[in-house]
Each structure stands twice: as C-alpha cells, then as structure tokens.
C-alpha cells in the first residue's frame, strides 16, 4: 500500500531563517505531488504541484520554492522565511490518471517568529 | 477561481442534517469532498464526475449537477465524528487541484 511522509510535524523558525520540509511517498511510481499551505482557520491554498522529475509548476509568486529531486520526494524550500509563511504546510500526492483523489501527509506546523 | 462553499460554518445537534454547496464559476469536470478534522490532515470522501451521479458513504452522500456547476454534500442523521472542516475540491485542468473556501460544521451532543 501507499504511504505518505512528511517532516518536520512542528517547525519553528526565526524571520529571515531559511527552510526545509520534505515529503516522501512509497509504494507507488511517478505520481503527482503537490504543496498546500493551510493559514490558521483558513482554506487549502495549492503552493506547487509536479507530474515528474524536476518539474515545478508554482501557482502563487512568493518567497517560496519547491524541488523534486527524485520521482517520490518533494522538497518545500525558502531563503528567507517571512511572518506570513506560518501556517500548516500539507504535502499530497495522487495517480497520474484524471480524477484520482489526493492523498495528504500528516502536514507541519510552521511558526514564523 | 477558487470554488465557494455555503454555508461557511454550520452547528447541528446529533442527529440533524445538514447540506452543504459548492459552487464554481468555472466549468466543473470532476468534484471531490473531503473532510478535515481539527489540526489534521484532510481525508478523502469520495469523488463526483460528470452525469450528476449521486455517490455515498455511510450516511453521507453528494450529488453533482454540471450544468449549473454546483455540488451538494448531504450529511443526514449526523453523528459527533462528522465534525469538522468539510472542502470540496476540483481540478482546473489534470493536476492543478484546487479546494472550496471550506464548511466548518460541529455536531453537540
């Protein structure tokens, strides 16, 4: 069966620290993989998604990057972290095929102080 | 771009039913629902396609009209464990999945 990790659960980092949050999926080949951020007591933003190795698609400008180094494994990166990046960090991946649904990690707590 | 739920926060008593909408200004292909619980991940409910097919699970059940690019989640004799954030979800085109504005509900006892 699939499997889903991501860490850190809880982060908490200073402003202008850099960042590093990872997700590896096990169990399946070339999926989707996605970053969502999750402000407190909001909706799902999408952050990133990627169909494959070292393909990126970033749907909102900021400060944020993500890599797909390996087929199962996604990186979540910042330079400099701002006040606004808090939030609860999801990663989640899904088949290639239409209208799989999302399978989410147990997600990080991130507190930007 | 973002599909909007109503309502955004609901209260019901074990046993009540509830329904909650998604609408999109966008054509919907495809919608998905999924449930949050409080400081988790979300979970998967179940999917929709195109032909206003009406899925279920347990007591909970969702239908689909894409003419008017709506869906509806019907919770009926609601018990404790429904409570949570209720998002549905739909893809922009294959791979860009986007989630509602969200439905909190609560059930007390």
């Known amino acids: 069966s699939q499997t889903i990790h991501q860490w850190p659960a809880t982060l908490v980092q200073p402003v202008g620290s850099p960042l590093s949050l990872e997700c590896t999926v096990e169990g399946t080949s070339n999926p989707n993989l996605y970053w969502y951020r999750q402000a407190a007591g909001r909706g799902l933003q999408l952050l990133f998604y990627s169909v494959g190795i070292g393909q990126i698609s970033s749907e909102v400008p900021q400060n944020l990057s993500a890599s797909r180094p390996q087929d199962r494994q996604f990186i979540l990166s910042s330079k400099k972290l701002l006040l606004s990046d808090s939030g609860f960090y999801l990663c989640a991946w899904s088949e290639v095929s239409p209208n799989s649904p999302l399978h989410f990690g147990n997600g990080t707590r991130l507190t930007v102080t | 771009q973002q599909p909007v739920q109503s309502p955004q926060a609901v209260i019901l008593r074990e046993g009540e039913d509830a329904v909650i909408n998604c609408s999109s200004s966008k054509a919907l292909y495809s919608v998905h629902w999924y449930r949050q619980k409080h400081g988790e991940a979300p979970v998967f409910l179940m999917i929709l396609l195109k032909g206003g097919e009406q899925k279920g699970h347990e007591k909970i059940s969702a239908s689909f009209n894409e003419k008017k690019q709506q869906s509806s989640l019907y919770l009926t004799a609601s018990q404790l464990s429904y409570s949570g954030t209720y998002f549905c979800?739909?893809?922009?085109?294959?791979?860009?999945?986007?989630f509602g504005t969200g439905t909190s509900l609560t059930v007390i006892p």
């Open positions: 979800g739909t893809e922009k085109w294959s791979n860009q999945f986007y």
